[in-house]
């Protein structure tokens, strides 16, 4: 297989991911797996990851667009990314193989070509010779090395793809980064050290597919950074769909090798049918001072129940304290992307973004709320019925006002299913100016 920015080789037999995910479903079709909320379909953008790759100081944006036909080589995929500043195409990675879906998972990966510049970790869940996870620089897309073909996989874990999570375990002496990857059916995640190319498996999570995971910040204030394995769709006491999130210590997981039996600092349950607690968890830092690590956590409101709208709490995760909660207009229901991002207001509290991807039907919506009080401080609609507001990504200031910004995406995938092209602003976290706009199917 050929790897060559912006070119395209087709080695491949045509049809493979289609006759992968027909065995997939045959497997399946005695116990289906329920379906993600609000996703019927899927969008061109699938995946986002924010850096400065560049350099120059402003947040660039790479995209993840698994789907995408690369020349005449159908969903061969590609990963591109974007200039922050001028929106102008910095360089993109095409997928070589029909069905390869480049692209479908991406994760920072540290600097391991040291050329000042954060890389990416790209999966390819579907390539002929099986999943494998590209290293490559995110200044020039320049791939280090390929992973994965000395994985250990079964038969039903080539049949699925990666989810990669970025994550910088430990600070002695320096920062390690490791890449979660989850393979298939088993539930079974690997480690992957970005330098040493190892890899051990670190644990068994009987939610399989069902099972997301999130890097966190230093939770228990041991010093590393833990992630939280985002199990949404878990029953728990009886209530389906409740969901379940488990707390994973980084210093277990520091140095690739087999996790200690503490590796769980706990667990936090939803308390209802259908809460989908998981869908949405984000970091949110030290909001109380106690040195520990918060979360930010979103969930849909109950759409049978008269007057029900989404929440979003900070919750200190090992003690079950609620520190903040945020709720929406009366009868709205989804929550789409959220993040915490600084004390626009000046009252000594940050501020959260919040995307509301079916307000307008489907236009989508991204608002200020306060930390303090839940008011809305300010409030950008999206254009077209694309979903503006589906995720929401924290990013470095951008404009010099000591406030964070936000890249916030609009997936391409209208409620009445209809595809559309997707794009992404970058909104100034004061005041809402958007800062720049990135329409990822227009190669510029």
């Known amino acids: 297989m050929e790897w060559e920015r912006g070119r395209t080789v087709t080695t491949a037999t045509p049809g493979r991911r289609r006759l992968r995910a027909l065995l997939l479903f045959l497997l399946l079709l005695a116990a289906p797996l329920p379906a993600r909320p609000g996703e019927k379909d899927l969008p061109p953008v699938q995946q986002v990851v924010v850096e400065d790759f560049d350099g120059d100081g402003f947040p660039d944006v790479a995209v993840g667009l698994p789907d995408l036909k690369a020349g005449k080589v159908k969903e061969a995929g590609e990963v591109r990314v974007y200039s922050g500043k001028t929106g102008v195409l910095l360089w993109n990675l095409a997928g070589t193989e029909e069905g390869q879906a480049c692209g479908e998972a991406l994760a920072l990966a540290g600097d391991v070509d040291e050329d000042g510049a954060p890389d990416l970790a790209v999966g390819n869940p579907w390539a002929e010779a099986g999943p494998h996870i590209l290293f490559l620089s995110g200044k020039t897309g320049r791939v280090h090395h390929r992973f994965g073909s000395n994985f250990p996989l079964s038969f039903s874990e080539h049949l699925c793809g990666f989810h990669l999570v970025d994550w910088t375990v430990g600070g002695r002496p320096s920062p390690q980064w490791i890449v979660l990857a989850r393979a298939g059916l088993s539930g079974r995640w690997w480690g992957v050290d970005n330098r040493k190319e190892s890899y051990s498996a670190f644990f068994e999570d009987s939610h399989g597919m069902q099972c997301d995971a999130r890097a966190a910040g230093d939770l228990n204030g041991d010093g590393y950074r833990d992630a939280v394995l985002c199990a949404w769709s878990a029953e728990v006491g009886g209530k389906k769909g409740a969901g379940l999130l488990r707390l994973l210590s980084g210093e277990t997981l520091s140095g690739v090798t087999q996790p200690k039996s503490d590796r769980w600092l706990g667990e936090i349950a939803g308390t209802r049918e259908n809460e989908n607690l998981g869908l949405l968890v984000e970091p949110a830092g030290d909001w109380n001072g106690d040195r520990r690590a918060d979360l930010l956590l979103g969930t849909r409101g109950d759409g049978k129940k008269k007057g029900e709208t989404w929440t979003l709490r900070v919750l200190s995760p090992l003690d079950r304290v609620e520190i903040a909660l945020l709720r ?28 509301t991807p079916q307000r307008g039907r489907g236009i989508g919506a991204a608002a200020l709320l306060s930390g303090k009080d839940g008011k809305v401080l300010w409030t950008v609609d999206g254009t077209g019925s694309e979903r503006f507001g589906e995720e929401v990504h924290r990013a470095a200031d951008a404009d010099g006002d000591g406030i964070a910004e936000a890249w916030v995406l609009a997936p391409g995938t209208a409620t009445n299913g209809k595809k559309g092209k997707g794009y992404l602003r970058l909104l100034s976290g004061k005041t809402g100016a958007v800062l720049s706009t990135v329409n990822p199917l227009a190669l510029k």
């Open 328 to 355: 929406g207009p009366e009868g709205e229901t989804v929550i789409g992307g959220a993040a915490v991002l600084g004390d626009a207001d000046g009252d000594g509290t940050p501020e959260v973004l919040a995307g």
